[in-house]
T-cell receptor, first 115, second 114 residues
Framework: GAVVSQHPSRVICKSGTSVKIECRSLDFQATTMFWYRQFPKQSLMLMATSNEGSKATYEQGVEKDKFLINHASLTLSTLTVTSAHPEDSSFYIC???????????FGPGTRLTVL | QQQVKQSPQSLIVQKGGISIINCAYENTAFDYFPWYQQFPGKGPALLIAIRPDVSEKKEGRFTISFNKSAKQFSLHIMDSQPGDSATYFCAASIGETSGSRLTFGEGIQLTVNP
């Protein structure tokens, strides 16, 4: 149990386009989902925390208008990278937790390449 | 400011040996310390975690040692296997489980030679 999926696993897009990444909790309802960004050979950096039905909380330095997060249901959160540029190329990972005191379960990640 | 620092930056051990990865933290409010394993192109997976009220926790071949006064904790992998070759991250959070906001270390690449 406690499986988190992401779609797509890889995406290549042209500069200036927008890309949507989905994060789903497959066998549990996630009240909170987290979005991380990871550059090659670097650590995971938390971008934002989203609670179902409310606005996401963004970490300092993360542009909320560029990285749109929607957590419309207890099993789905989406991250949209708007007007993507090559510097947005990265590995995006989501995680989900059932309740406040529960463990975070991580998704497999999405590799975004912006040409 | 890097709140969680790992060492060494990379580690190579022989099959059957002991792998030791260290982590130091700065924020004394942290009270949950997990270790994650990540394979290339995959998300991190929780290996083992500890709270500051215990000094050691063992699960199979994995052991966490915790030193509250030194603000350090380490991961020991006994009988290391080639399949253990991966990137290992320590993390810390304020809260009882990893469901709270996690701060990750830089990660270290472990290579176990056959």
């Amino acid at each position: 149990g406690a499986v988190v999926s992401q779609h797509p696993s890889r995406v290549i897009c042209k500069s200036g386009t927008s890309v949507k990444i989905e994060c789903r909790s497959l066998d549990f309802q996630a009240t909170t989902m987290f979005w991380y960004r990871q550059f090659p050979k670097q650590s995971l950096m938390l971008m934002a925390t989203s609670n179902e039905g409310s606005k996401a909380t963004y970490e300092q330095g993360v542009e909320k208008d560029k990285f749109l997060i929607n957590h419309a249901s207890l099993t789905l959160s989406t991250l949209t990278v708007t007007s993507a540029h090559p510097e947005d190329s990265s590995f995006y990972i989501c995680s989900a937790r059932k309740d406040r005191g529960d463990t975070q379960y991580f998704g497999p990640g999405t590799r975004l390449t912006v040409l | 400011q890097q709140q969680v620092k790992q060492s060494p930056q990379s580690l190579i051990v022989q099959k059957g040996g002991i792998s030791i990865i260290n982590c130091a933290y700065e924020n004394t409010a942290f009270d949950y310390f997990p270790w994650y394993q990540q394979f290339p192109g995959k998300g991190p997976a929780l290996l083992i975690a500890i709270r500051p009220d215990v000094s050691e926790k063992k699960e199979g071949r994995f052991t966490i040692s915790f030193n509250k006064s030194a603000k350090q904790f380490s991961l020991h992998i006994m009988d290391s296997q080639p399949g253990d070759s991966a990137t290992y991250f320590c993390a810390a959070s304020i809260g009882e489980t990893s469901g709270s906001r996690l701060t990750f270390g830089e990660g270290i690449q472990l290579t176990v030679n056959p």
